[in-house]
């Protein structure tokens, strides 16, 4: 059998079962994506560590140089995330035909990308007034092409809910980030760091992506096949371009009119507040864009499969997003230097951004999948108008938190009209999501009533001690409210994830073997 045509028989099999048979879709999604999930969580806690890492290690002003470059790595990740990916896996049918022109646009792409932002460096530094970052983009720039050189064939793992060769995938990369950031702080101690940081990810995508799957790209350039992918993958690109405007822009503005320090803390308090809930947003996206597909023209199935997904969202991200609310000051205090404490405010602000991101991340999953990839663009067209009218008077009332507000405040409305759309085109009612966000939402205060009892007149000390001992009650207390919510009434959540485990724990056979 050609190398180019080689499939695992065994997952083939499994896939096969999914297309056959989707009447469970919510099982058969999570079964598919564990994978996924699980070396997303590796992939958080590692980000987190590190970022604790830098943030311990540089100071705000040095953070700053980094928070310039990140911003331009994410202008860069912009223009070379999966949007034709997302077209070969929304496509129907064999897309071996489409891979090598699908490959080839993406590299001519990224090329123009990265020359682009190399000739406009010194021009992005000047507007920050830091002449270090010109090397920086530089750098960063040409590294990133390796990451649009990844194997193409690596789509088939996410289309075909390759869920072990994905949790191979990711799990490696930001493994061998980890480590490599260990050994660099031994020699380094300034931003760099995180520079060679970001480029050993790009590389090591482009490495390990061949050497897992056995199809090789050529360049190829069909007019034909790149009309027809792009006849879909407009609208995503369009919808990334808002992004940018809502998302990263903002970055810009803080560091161009309240300096590279205030940028630095802009940055962290961003990472810290919508790093986890936005992966959790990331997971539940990438799992079910895959199985909406499949069921694209059962209407519903897929509500089903939404509310669901839904309510297992809500069930992580609310009480995730309150918590970081709560325990932001601790964990700052003890973590970082002294002078990171102004952070406190924007993270607390921004978690609750990052809770409505979370929540908004399966909605944008579900049109895309059904071949309307207009709805969510649209959405985010509006949303940036929206923003841009908070923007400078919020910015001009309160500095640095008035942008925080005015992401906050756009979020909102912009998930209302969404999610008003989205209903609509599913048929689901309000009154059947209200209790989904309602519930955690209510457990959620009163462990946070709790606990903030329990702070004040018992656990007072900011201690490593303390913080784990809260940490630990907690949970305890939010999985009790849920087991004692779930007897009281209809709504389902500890069932739901008992569910969620049955489809991933292996069965025995009927000749005792275990059947993974």
């Known amino acids: 059998m050609p190398m180019n045509e080689s499939m695992d028989t065994k997952d083939d099999k499994k896939i096969d079962m999914v297309s056959d048979n989707h009447d469970d879709l919510f099982s058969r999604t999570f079964l598919s994506g564990i994978g996924i999930l699980m070396a997303r969580g590796i992939s958080v806690l590692i980000e987190l560590l590190k970022t604790f890492f830098f943030a311990f290690l540089l100071s705000p002003e040095d953070f700053g140089i980094v928070g310039g470059a990140l911003l331009i790595i994410n202008t860069i990740n912009l223009f070379s995330e999966s949007q034709i990916e997302a077209a070969l896996i929304q496509k129907k049918g064999d897309i071996k035909s489409y891979l090598d022109s699908a490959w080839s646009f993406k590299i001519v792409k990224s090329i123009v990308v990265a020359s682009s932002l190399s000739l406009l ?16 983009i530089i750098i960063l720039s040409i590294m990133a092409i390796f990451r649009d050189m990844t194997n193409i064939g690596i789509v088939h793992y996410s289309k075909d809910l390759r869920y072990k060769k994905i949790f191979i995938y990711r799990t490696l990369i930001p493994l061998f980030s980890f480590f490599l950031v260990i050994l660099l702080s031994l ?24 050497l897992l799957h056995p199809y090789r790209p050529r360049f190829k ?22 992004t940018f405007f809502n998302v990263e822009l903002d970055d810009f503005l803080v560091g161009v009119f309240f300096g590279i320090e205030m940028l630095g803390f802009y940055q962290l308090a961003y990472r810290l507040s919508c790093l986890p809930a936005t ?4 997971v539940v996206s990438e799992i079910t864009f895959s199985s909406y597909s499949i069921v694209q023209e059962h209407p519903e199935k897929l509500r089903k499969g939404f509310t669901k997904t839904f309510q297992i969202v809500c069930f992580i991200a609310i009480p995730f997003n309150f918590f970081i609310l709560f325990f932001c000051r601790d964990l700052i ?21 990052g809770l409505i991101r979370a929540i908004n991340g399966n909605r944008g999953a579900l049109t895309n999948a059904i071949g309307k990839p207009s709805i969510d663009a649209k959405i985010k067209g509006i949303s940036t108008i929206i923003l841009y009218s908070l923007l400078i008077p919020l910015g001009y009332l309160f500095g640095v938190h008035g942008i925080a507000m005015s992401i906050l405040i756009t979020s909102i409305i912009a998930s209302i009209i969404g999610f008003r759309i989205l209903l609509k085109l599913i048929r689901c009612k309000v009154k059947e999501l209200v209790p989904f966000l309602f519930i955690p939402l209510l457990n959620s205060l009163i462990t946070i009533f709790i606990l903030s009892f329990l702070k004040t007149f018992f656990l007072q000390e900011t201690s490593m001690i303390n913080l784990i001992l ?46 993974i």
């Open 121 to 136: 460096s010194p021009l992005i530094a000047s507007g920050f007034q830091e002449s270090r970052m010109v090397l920086v």
């Open 187 to 210: 020699i380094i101690q300034n931003y760099w760091i995180m520079v060679f940081s970001y480029g050993a990810v790009y590389i090591s995508e482009f490495i390990l992506s061949f």
């Open 279 to 282: 992966q959790i947003t990331f």
């Open 221 to 242: 350039l069909d007019r034909e096949k790149l009309k027809e992918i792009l006849g879909y993958s407009k609208w995503i690109y369009l919808s990334s371009l808002f």
């Open 333 to 353: 205090i003890i973590f970082l230097q002294p002078d990171w404490e102004p952070l406190i405010s924007l993270v607390q602000i921004l978690s609750m951004w």
């Open 470 to 515: 809260l940490i630990a009650i907690s949970a305890i207390m939010y999985i009790s409210l849920c087991v004692i919510t779930e007897r009281l009434s209809k709504f389902e959540f500890i069932s739901l994830i008992k569910e969620l485990l049955s489809t991933i724990l292996p069965k025995k056979g009927n000749d005792g073997s275990l059947d």
